[in-house]
């Protein structure tokens, strides 16, 4: 693994998605799983949103709109309280759930938007 690309994604990771939630899922690693977190955080986060080429807050607002199509809840409210933090509005989610609604079905954009209510609540924006 390359160290400088994985503590480079630890440092995006961490200002995206908060320290505490990153520090946790590293803790919670063991030997079976230990490999994966340090290759997600060096690929994903070192390599793809160490990329300065796209802002923050556009790569947060593509993740929503990538992994709603996808279905994958529990990432998605993840990257919803990220995108948050990266300065994505509420309004802005809404249009993202919007799209998701229109090329991927109604269903999920209302399961997108459950998901968004619950995390703009945490985040007193609801």
């Known amino acids: 693994m390359d160290k400088t ?3 480079k994604g630890l440092a995006k990771r961490k200002s995206t998605l908060g320290a505490e939630y990153v520090e946790n ?3 919670a690693a063991d030997d079976f799983t230990r490999p994966f977190q340090e290759a ?3 690929w994903c986060w070192g390599f793809g949103w160490g990329d300065e080429v796209i802002d923050v807050k556009t790569r947060s607002m ?3 709109a990538m992994i709603g199509a996808l279905g994958k809840m529990h990432e998605w409210e993840t990257h919803c309280n990220g995108a948050i933090n990266n300065g994505v509005s509420k309004e802005e989610i809404r ?3 919007h799209v998701v609604g229109i090329y991927c079905g109604v269903p999920q954009s209302l399961e997108c938007f459950r998901v968004a209510r619950k995390v703009l609540e945490e ?4």
Request: no cysteine.
């Open 123 to 126: 985040h007193d924006m609801i």
């Open 5 to 7: 690309l994985f503590e």
């Open 95 to 97: 249009a993202i759930i």
């Open 25 to 27: 899922n590293l803790a």
């Open 40 to 42: 997600m955080t060096a």
């Open 62 to 64: 593509m993740n929503l």
